[in-house]
Every structure is written in C-alpha cells, then in structure tokens.
C-alpha cells in the first residue's frame, strides 16, 4: 500500500523566515505526490505536485517542494514565510486515489 | 476560476436518519470523489466515480452509503441510515480526465454531525 508520513505535528517560524514542511512517501513504482493546504473552515487547496522530471517542483503561493529519491522524501518549502501561511498542510500520495498524511499545522508568528 | 462547490456547508441529523451531501463538481472533470476526514484524524478516501458509475470504494464505504450523478452537474453522497461515528467533514474533490495522474480539486466541505 502506498503512504506518506509528516513526522512533525507542527512547526512554528518568524514571518520572513524559511520554512519546510516535512514528507516521507512509501510506494511501489513511480510515486505521484502532491501538497495540500488546509485554511481553518474551508476545503484543501492544491499547492503542488510531482509526477516526473524536475526534483525541485514550484507551486502556488511561493511554495516549492524537493522530490528526493535517495531519501524517498518531498519537502514542502517557502523560502520566506508570511503571517497569512499559518494553516494545516497536507502531503499525499496518488493511485487510484489520494492517501493523505496526517497533516502538520504551520504557525507563522510575526 | 471554476471550484467544486458543496451543499449544505453544515447538516446536524438525528442517528438512523437519512443524509444526502450534495457536490457541483467542476464542469469538464469527469472523475468525481468523496473524502472524509473524522475530527482529529487523517483525511480518507471514499469512493470514486466515473462514466456514471463506481470506478474504486474503500472498505469504509459499505450498503450504508450510495452516489449519484443524478443530472449533468450534481454528485451526491447518501447515507441510508446514520450513524454516531458518521460524524465528520465530507469533502467532495472532481479531476480531469487524462494519462497522467490528475490533479483533485476539492470543496469546502460538508460539515456532518449526528446526534
């Protein structure tokens, strides 16, 4: 079965700041990963995904995230945090469907 | 820009009544989905749907729940008889079709509470 893991629950920065997102992935062949953010009482929202080429993937909002192999990892990063990225994000892998992390809740202090 | 939307955006029922969640996906998908996500834990997959019927379903997706695309743009998700533990967000996503592993746009949500 394919997974991913967020190994930190949160992770708390100063606006201006840098910022990751940290994301395991466990698949059989060629992994289809993809971020998603969660903004307080709405739907999740596309940032980005990795299906083949480039490691380095850029998404919305000044959001990019490092596809590596070796380390079957898929970083979220933003090189310069801002106050309004606090939310709950979200790494997932695809087949036939999407199988999500257990979410990490960014705190973008000022 | 187009966006799935979802009806209601809350719904409290009594257990053992019937729900039905409505979705607009977006118009050209053709691959529709329903997720939910219980308070506290990680958002799981229901079911897929395309070329009007069930393409995949999770084991959570048992005789209870049904889907339907009962005209050209709505997709909804029926609970027959609801239960305690049904309580939880219902997010309705729709893609595209293609080759490559399409991108799921999600709704809002649909916030269920059973009592």
């Known amino acids: 079965a394919q997974s991913v893991a967020q190994p930190e629950d949160q992770v708390n920065v100063a606006e201006g700041n840098p910022l990751t997102v940290k994301c395991t992935y466990s698949?059989?062949?060629?992994?289809?990963l993809f971020w998603y953010v969660q903004y307080p009482n709405r739907g999740l929202q596309f940032l980005l995904k990795y299906i083949t080429g480039d490691n380095l993937v850029k998404g919305s909002y000044g959001f990019e995230a490092e596809f590596n192999k070796s380390q079957t990892s898929f970083h979220l990063k933003k090189p310069s945090a801002l106050v309004s990225d606090s939310a709950l994000y979200f790494c997932?892998?695809?087949?036939?469907?999407?199988?999500f992390g257990a979410g990490t809740t960014v705190t973008v202090r000022a | 820009e187009p966006e799935v939307t979802q009806t209601p955006s809350h719904q409290v029922t009594q257990m053992g009544q019937e729900v039905i969640l409505r979705c607009v996906p977006i118009s050209n998908h053709l691959y529709f989905y329903w997720y939910r996500q219980i308070l506290g834990q990680k958002v799981e997959f229901l079911v897929s749907?395309?070329?009007?019927?069930?393409?995949?379903k999770s084991e959570i997706f048992d005789d209870q729940f049904s889907v339907e695309r009962p005209d050209g743009s709505n997709f909804t998700l029926k609970i027959r008889s609801t239960k305690l533990e049904d309580s939880a967000m219902y997010f309705c996503?729709?893609?595209?079709?293609?080759?490559?592993?399409?991108?799921?746009?999600f709704g809002p949500g649909t916030r269920l509470l059973v009592l």
């Open positions: 996503a729709s893609s595209e079709y293609g080759q490559a592993p399409q991108t799921q746009y």
């Open positions: 749907f395309y070329n009007n019927e069930i393409s995949e």
């Open positions: 997932a892998v695809k087949d036939y469907k999407l199988s």
């Open positions: 698949v059989s062949g060629n992994p289809y």
